[in-house]
Structures are given as structure tokens and as C-alpha cells.
T-cell receptor, first 118, second 112 residues
């Protein structure tokens, strides 16, 4: 099973709403990532969790709040977003974010949540 | 300078053609290399890992040149279904980080 599951697939929210994106993997991966992808651009890293602890925040505005309740789950809480935050939000996981050796270091991606802020 | 660079294309080729993409990376400490395929409005999916010895999977061949810091992807006998964006991904570097770093992607259009 190399599946990363994201919900919801689509989300439309107003600028005053609070919503959450969810991500789940059961591959035993200890690193999980949130990426943001705008049209015709590559994914941009937002956050990295390693062993359930936030290890990297790529200067993401505080209206995005990540949470890792356990090793299989990753959430992204959204509040007071702007229309320019509309994008595809991708969750990914890999065995580790820091590891000796080069085997099994690939990342697996969820299908993404297509977010529209109105 | 971007860490991972790719020619965005598009590469517009007829069915049956052979097409090659290159990707260069700037961090000489990089350790793992991958090609991902992304269809329009879908998530990236792992196409293949790239090893120093090179590797082949059917019509796809990937190679790594550490001395020149580039990786390549060769697609033989292109199919219409190969039309997609191909993302070069590099991991590894300072402190052994394996966080994926993406190139901007190369767009391939295969036409009849």
C-alpha cells in the first residue's frame, strides 16, 4: 500500500471561514509534508513533520496551521485565508526526512485538495 | 540560482518519437534522485528512481551523472498517454535531509 489519502478533494471557503485539510498514510512513514502548488508551477514546500514534530516551516503565514496528531495523520488548519491562497494543497510522506543511506527515500503524494478561497 | 533546474518545454513530439529531458542540480551533496509524472490537475506520481548505474523500466530510461550534476529521462516510442509534466526531484544534502526539492517540470505533448 503506497497510498496517501487526502480529504476533502475540493474545498471552497470564504475568507472568514475556518476549515481543515486532512491527510493520512499507513506506510509507517515518519516524515510528512505539506506542499502548495499553483497552476503550471512545481509544488512548493510549506511544512515538514518528522516523527510527529514540526521540523520545517518555510515562512508560511500563520493563517495556515499544521498539526500532526499521530504518526499516520497530518492536518492543515485554515483560517482567514486570502483569494491568493487558492491552490492545490498536496500532502506527501516518506520514510524519513533525515536518513543515512539512499534507499526508499522517495516521497508519495496524496491526490491533493483543490482549495478555492472566495 | 535554483537548486533544481529543468527546461519547462513544452516538448511537442509525434507518437513513436524518442524524447529526452535533462535536469541539473546545484547541491553536490544531493543523494537521491527521482522523476515524477504529473498529469493536469492531479498529484505527482513517482515514475522512477534514478541510480548511478542508470535504470530502465520499459520505454523509460533514467541516468545520473554525478560529475556534471545532472539527471536525464529518455522516453522511447512515445505514446499519447505519455503527455504530462515530468518533474525532476532531488533529495539529500546538508545534514542528510531527504526533503524532496522539485524542478519546475518539463511539459511533454505527444501528438498523433
Amino acid at each position: 500500500d503506497t497510498e496517501v489519502t487526502q480529504t476533502p478533494k475540493h474545498l471552497v471557503m470564504g475568507m472568514t471561514n475556518k476549515k481543515s485539510l486532512k491527510c493520512e498514510q499507513h506506510m509507517g512513514h515518519r516524515a510528512m509534508y505539506w506542499y502548495k502548488q499553483k497552476a503550471k508551477k512545481p509544488p512548493e514546500l510549506m511544512f515538514v513533520y518528522s516523527y510527529e514534530k514540526l521540523s520545517i516551516n518555510e515562512s508560511v503565514p500563520s493563517r495556515f496551521s499544521p498539526e500532526c496528531p499521530n504518526s499516520s495523520l497530518l492536518n492543515l488548519h485554515l483560517h482567514a485565508l486570502q483569494p491568493e491562497d487558492s491552490a492545490l494543497y498536496l500532502c506527501a510522506s516518506s520514510q524519513d526526512s533525515h536518513r543515512i543511506g539512499t534507499e526508499n527515500t522517495e516521497a508519495f503524494f496524496g491526490q491533493g485538495t483543490r482549495l478555492t478561497v472566495v | 540560482r535554483k537548486e533544481v533546474e529543468q527546461d519547462p518545454g513544452p516538448f511537442n513530439v509525434p507518437e513513436g518519437a524518442t524524447v529526452a529531458f535533462n535536469c541539473t542540480y546545484s547541491n553536490s551533496a544531493s543523494q537521491s534522485f527521482f522523476w515524477y509524472r504529473q498529469d493536469c490537475r492531479k498529484e505527482p506520481k513517482l515514475l522512477m528512481s534514478v541510480y548511478s548505474s542508470g535504470n530502465e523500466d520499459g520505454r523509460f530510461t533514467a541516468q545520473l551523472n554525478r560529475a556534471s550534476q545532472y539527471i536525464s529521462l529518455l522516453i522511447r516510442d512515445s505514446k499519447l498517454s505519455d503527455s504530462a509534466t515530468y518533474l525532476c526531484v532531488v533529495t539529500g544534502g546538508e545534514g542528510g535531509s531527504y526533503i524532496p526539492t522539485f524542478g519546475r517540470g518539463t511539459s511533454l505533448i505527444v501528438h498523433p
